[in-house]
Structure formats: C-alpha cells, structure tokens
C-alpha cells in the first residue's frame, strides 16, 4: 500500500507519525448544506486543495459516503484557526480539527479530535475506528481514495464513545416533560436553539450529512435541558 494509503492515515492518526502534530477532515463538498452536482463539487475541492497549499499545507485526499458520496482531505500540522477559517471560506457547517496528545513523560498516546461547528467545539473523541463493524456500514464513514479502500471513523455523538461517561440512561432519544412558563423563559434560548435544530433535521432541502448534523446536536442540546431542569 502507497505511502498515502490506509496503514499510512491510521499510523497517522494514531499519533505514530513524529512529524504529524495536528490533522483536519476538511472538505469544500455542498456549501451551506444545499445539495451540489457533483461537477461543482470537484471544482469547489481544487478550490480548497489551492487554498491550502497556498498556506503551505499538505494533505491526503479521501473519500467517503455522509448521506450521499463525498470527497475531502485529511490535512497534516494545521492549526485549529486555521481549520475553522477553511470551514467558514467554504461554506461548510462543521469541520473535525485533531491534535496529538502526550503522556506525562512526553510520549505521544494517540490524537484527540473536536467537531467544530462554526468556531464553536461541540463534542471531543479520543479513538478512530476501523474494525468489522465499520467495514460493513453502507453510510457515514471515510475511506482511502480507492473505492474499495477500507473504512474509518471518528465516532462522534456514538455514546459508547463518549470521553467523560454520560449519566443519563444510554438511548437515541430525549423526552422532556411539559416546561412551565418560568422554564420557558429561563431557558429560551437553548429552546429556540432546539427548534431551529428540528426544522434543519427534516427540511429535505438540505443534504442528508447536514440533517444528520442537526439531529446529533439535537439530541445533544435536548440532554443539556434535561440536565438543567
């Protein structure tokens, strides 16, 4: 396998690369979650691959399949600005940003990665996967650039995974009771937060990886509420 194939992006993200402090997945793919021919999508991605070589970055190009097929980049020693400044370029609602971690003497233990929508991390994982269990998904995963290349993934909002174990029971799903006219206004904002959340989730105008998107941060938000109330 080449220098840029499998072995080479787990090695990497493992933080077995001595060179490789920081990574990103980044793509140029369906701006502002709208549903792009996929001519336009490869011309929006030479775009991306010039805005980062401009900057002096090197990167892996990747494939894989978030609700419909996407190509992206793995990028190597970028900054998380500098991740966050490509997302916000390119139009896209979040991006993953990794940085290696170390243990008190000083050897590398692996990379922890932030899903960043916007400028904002939304939720932190410490492991990528690529067992059986991956390989056999039809959706949501990155691959290498061939198309039967193996799979991988970056478990976010799987809660097997969570970094700081959650204490609420294990469930897909978050049920809050009725809120009293007090609960409402003390908590408006994640309310309105919620709602908008919901519209995005099922406007089929969107892509599917965006309605994907909202859906996790749903739940995410809905737990938040729960906590406080």
Do not use: C
Not at 8 to 27: E, Q
């Amino acid at each position: 396998m080449n220098e840029s194939g499998f072995n080479r992006i787990m090695n990497i993200l493992a933080g077995n690369v001595p060179s490789i402090d920081s990574v990103a997945f980044i793509t140029a793919a369906n701006p502002n979650a709208e549903p792009t021919p996929a001519r336009e999508n490869i011309l929006l991605n030479k775009e991306l691959a010039a805005w980062l070589r401009a900057r002096g970055l090197g990167f892996i190009r990747i494939r894989g399949k978030f609700g419909g097929p996407e190509k992206s980049f793995i990028v190597n020693n970028i900054t998380k600005d500098e991740t966050i400044a490509a997302g916000l370029e390119f139009d896209q609602e979040a991006v993953i940003w990794g940085e290696k971690t170390f243990d008190t003497e000083g050897e590398p233990t692996g990379f922890k990665f932030y899903y960043i929508e916007g400028d904002v991390i939304k939720q932190e994982r410490d492991i990528v996967l690529s067992g059986e269990e991956v390989q056999n998904r039809e959706d949501f995963y990155s691959q290498e650039r061939q198309t039967a290349a193996r799979k991988f993934l970056v478990p976010f909002f799987d809660e097997d995974y969570e970094i700081v174990p959650v204490e609420e029971a294990q469930h897909n799903f978050v049920f809050l009771p009725p809120l009293n006219g007090e609960q409402l206004k003390t908590h408006q904002q994640t309310i309105d937060e919620i709602n908008d959340r919901t519209r995005k989730s099922l406007d089929e105008s969107r892509t599917p990886k965006s309605r994907w998107h909202h859906r996790q941060l749903l739940r995410l938000k809905l737990k938040e509420l729960q906590r406080r109330l």
